[in-house]
């Protein structure tokens, strides 16, 4: 019997060696950041110095950087924000929808799904070869030219190119994390008397989703910033105020603006797509030495 079993009410305390170890790492630490803030903020001086010095600084500066055209375009291009956002949501809502049942059934078995499995292969290929913007320009001006419907707004074609391309991508993603499924899940699912659409719902999906998590925040973030791409259909959002805001100050600071409320916008998603990657491969590498 060892001292800690013949003492089960002490608490454990760790070793000299131990706590020098910790010591250590912490006081490594604190020089690795140290480090890290002293070298950006040399960096940092390094490139402002450069762009400040150089020859045509003055004529940059007040075409790209004028805070009182900033100001004046904020406004609007705040309120063409909006229409990003609401084809944001209905994009991620119709991208959800629609990968999950192409992943399905590109993950079908039998013979007598082949027709549904090669059909979901040739849409994954289609649109994930098709550049987004030409298929923003075939679906906006292509489908309104055959005059089957009335007139629809810019924003609505735009979105459904969006869903169309993105699908395509989601879709090989979340095949991939349900073909990463340990198959005895599948087989203990329907031993348990499950059938083949609830083995999906509550036992394969679940986990094929935890395993890609990184990897569909990622295609979040690029669907975030595609939806300035609407503005191409004449859609009045952030990209398009900030083109007649441009086009009406003769002055591209507008422009800089709406990448700004972008790169805001992304931000906090960037941040915890690495966050929820980090946590992944902690969580896989428990036990092991890196």
């Not at 079993?5 to 070793?15: H, I, L, Q, T, W």
């Not at 100001?71 to 705040?78: A, D, F, V």
């Not at 810019?154 to 459904?160: E, K, M, R, S, Y």
Request: charged share 15%.
């Amino acid at each position: 019997m060892t001292s800690t079993e013949s003492r089960p009410g002490r608490a454990f305390e760790p070793s000299q060696i131990e706590l020098e170890r910790r010591a250590y790492r912490r006081a490594r630490g604190r020089r690795s950041i140290l480090i890290s803030v002293v070298s950006t903020l040399i960096f940092a001086a390094v490139i402002v110095l450069v762009l400040v010095n150089s020859p045509g600084w003055t004529r940059v500066r007040d075409t790209f950087f004028d805070p009182q055209v900033a100001l004046n375009s904020l406004p609007s291009i705040l309120t063409g924000l909006l229409l990003n956002l609401q084809v944001l949501v209905f994009s991620v809502i119709g991208v959800a929808i629609m990968s999950t049942l192409i992943a399905i059934a590109r993950t079908l078995r039998g013979a007598v799904f082949t027709p549904l499995r090669l059909l979901a292969a040739g849409y994954t290929d289609l649109f994930r070869g098709i550049p987004v913007l030409l298929v923003l320009y075939l679906i906006g001006f292509g489908i309104p030219a055959l005059q089957l419907t009335g007139r629809v707004p810019a924003q609505v074609w735009g979105t459904i190119a969006l869903v169309l391309c993105y699908s395509a991508y989601v879709a090989e993603v979340l095949r991939a994390g349900m073909e990463a499924v340990h198959p005895s899940q599948r087989l203990a699912a329907r031993s348990l008397g499950l059938s083949h659409a609830k083995t999906l719902r509550l036992v394969i999906l679940p986990q094929a989703v935890r395993k890609v998590t990184p990897a569909l925040m990622n295609d979040f973030v690029s669907l975030m910033k595609d939806v300035g791409l609407i503005s191409v259909l004449g859609a009045i959002d952030a990209v398009r105020a900030a083109q007649i805001e441009a086009a009406s100050s003769f002055n591209f600071t507008p422009y800089v603006v709406a990448g700004l409320i972008f790169v805001l916008l992304a931000w906090p998603f960037i941040r915890i797509t690495d966050a929820v990657a980090a946590r992944a491969q902690k969580r896989e590498q428990i036990g092991g030495v890196v």
